[in-house]
């Protein structure tokens, strides 16, 4: 795991240093044993293969508990046992115990509810005490029930062996679940579920304050029908927000809904965003919004941002939109994605996430680097000034093709991502092996933190020091200091020159940074890190990893 502690003029505070610059010793520069290449879109981060399967897996989600940050469950669509013409939807999942660097994997069992037999479009959530959550689909074996179902995990996720009828009004679809998390909310651990039921008419909610165990008779969120692929959060006070998509011929609207009294009846629809529909997606994907909320005691505590993608510009880009005002008013869009305008390349399936100190996330499908729009890679924004900037990075490490057995295994909808402290787990779905063998990948994600600034100044020069400890085992601190805002790349390498991990690539503000390099997975020896900087900087020196 690697992180980045950074200070810079502006007031925000999350953590210290720790280890203060004056005692840091002025190193030598080392020459370095071979030439150094950059490339902006050459992958950064170590892809996971999680669900380890050479049947299609797709459409998945992701949750990080709260208790123990360790502890990490995904889920995902499986059709292990049955593809096109014959799609048998089972939900497949895996728990980490080490914050998503390995996982086991497990199979929900789909004979738990009455009269079902089969499960589809799983999402995570997991409350205060460390219990895990999976919402689904649930399906009788002629496919003319769908019913919206929850099942629970009280050990970590490595079981989950309780199963629950929330809803079964005959067809309900693409549901979202998230449970109130925060310690003054009168509603603290309330499950929330957010759903389209096309019997009932429209995006509705339900809610369990006991586990799961019972659910609340649903009540309407959004005004009317027509709408589908709702996303819900719930903010510090306890205010539960939706959002969802609808349309007409040609136009895609991303609407927004809330509630003040815990579920019990919800306001007037607003249109938060509006711009041309998506087309050129391939294989007839959907694509979501997306929405999160600062909970964080900081400057933008209680701000509301939602992400979705439309074609206003020509081709679908990925958009963000926030309101400062629990949900009141929203800003104008803000592009996310920095390629090319209207180049013809795509960006889809934004899922968003925020973390406790108000940092955000955006998970995304990208083909800016791809031959065509059919081939894909996975992307990171990130942005630590409230949605006003934002970081690309490319996150797959192998380019993935699009491809479909038939029309009832699609490659999905939607993908996901969690966020909690220095840990930032992805999953998304990738079809790198070829065939239609789609996998649920994840990464490990490097994190930047604001922390205070030690004085008032911003750095005279630019300077990479010394690590400190070293010799090290098998963490240290890396420090470096940029006198303006520079786009830069922080990488290691062994004592061959090969390249081994680049923690930090990207526009970082003026300020003075340490990276804590994590090298447990590495042997002793020679290690070399080089920092390079978009206004023509570069210094490299030397590191002792001694275990």
């Known amino acids: 795991t690697l992180f980045v502690n950074f200070s810079s003029s502006q007031n925000t505070t999350v953590e210290k240093f720790k280890y203060p610059l004056e005692r840091e010793l002025e190193p030598n520069v080392q020459p370095y044993p071979g030439p150094i290449e950059t490339n902006p879109s050459s992958p950064i981060f170590f892809n996971i293969n999680i669900s380890q399967n050479s049947a299609p897996q797709n459409e998945p989600s992701v949750g990080i508990s709260r208790k123990n940050p360790n502890r990490v469950v995904a889920a995902w669509r499986d059709f292990r ?69 929850l099942y629970k995990s009280t050990n970590g996720g490595m079981t989950f062996p309780n199963a629950y009828i929330a809803s079964q009004s005959g067809t309900e679809d693409k549901e979202w679940i998230t449970t109130d998390l925060s310690p003054i909310s009168p509603f603290l651990n309330t499950l929330y579920i957010s759903w389209t039921s096309f019997s009932l008419g429209g995006i509705r909610l339900t809610k369990s304050t006991n586990g799961g165990v019972n659910w609340s008779v649903p009540v309407a969120v959004s005004a009317g029908g027509g709408v589908q692929g709702s996303s819900i959060c719930i903010s510090r006070n306890g205010q539960i927000n939706v959002v969802w998509v609808s349309g007409t011929a040609t136009t895609t609207r991303i609407n927004y809904d809330r509630s003040t009294n815990g579920g019990t009846s919800f306001g007037t629809d607003l249109i938060i965003a509006e711009g041309l529909d998506p087309v050129g997606l391939p294989n007839s994907v959907g694509t979501f919004p997306s929405i999160d909320v600062d909970n964080s005691t900081g400057i933008r505590s209680g701000w509301l941002y939602t992400v979705f993608a439309d074609n206003r510009n020509g081709d679908c880009d990925v958009f963000l939109t926030k309101s400062t005002n629990a949900g009141v008013n929203w800003s104008t869009p803000v592009r996310v994605n920095n390629d090319g305008m209207a180049n013809g390349k795509i960006q889809y399936w934004p899922t968003i996430a925020v973390d406790e100190q108000g940092n955000i996330a955006i998970l995304f499908m990208d083909s800016r680097n791809t031959p065509n729009n059919t081939i894909i890679e996975a992307f990171i924004a990130r942005s630590y000034d409230g949605g006003v900037t934002f970081t690309n990075e490319l996150v797959s490490s192998e380019q993935s093709p699009t491809n479909t057995p038939g029309s009832n295994v699609r490659f999905g909808d939607y993908i996901d991502i969690d966020y909690l402290g220095e840990n930032i787990v992805p999953v998304w779905t990738d079809e790198r092996l070829g065939g239609f063998n789609m996998d649920i990948y994840s990464a490990e994600i490097t994190e930047v933190l604001a922390v205070d600034p030690k004085n008032g100044t911003i750095p005279d020069n630019y300077s990479l020091h010394q690590n400190y400890p070293n010799p090290f085992n098998p963490t240290t601190s890396i420090w470096f200091s940029l006198p303006e805002e520079s786009y830069i790349t922080l990488s290691i390498y062994n004592s061959l020159g090969e390249l081994l991990e680049t923690p930090v690539k990207g526009t970082l503000r003026a300020g003075k940074f340490s990276v804590r390099w994590d090298a447990d997975k590495y042997s002793s020896g020679v290690y070399f890190y080089k920092l390079i900087s978009s206004s023509g900087f570069t210094d490299t020196k030397k590191m002792m990893l001694v275990k």
């Open 81 to 149: 046992y049955g593809v096109d013409p014959n799609a048998n939807r089972r939900v497949g999942y895996a728990y980490s115990t080490n914050s998503g660097l390995t996982w086991q994997t497990g199979l929900l069992d789909s004979t738990l509810l009455p009269g079902l037999t089969r499960n589809s479009d799983p999402v995570v959530t997991v409350d205060t005490a460390g219990n895990f959550y999976i919402a689904v689909i649930s399906i009788n074996p002629s496919g003319s029930n769908l019913t919206l179902a």
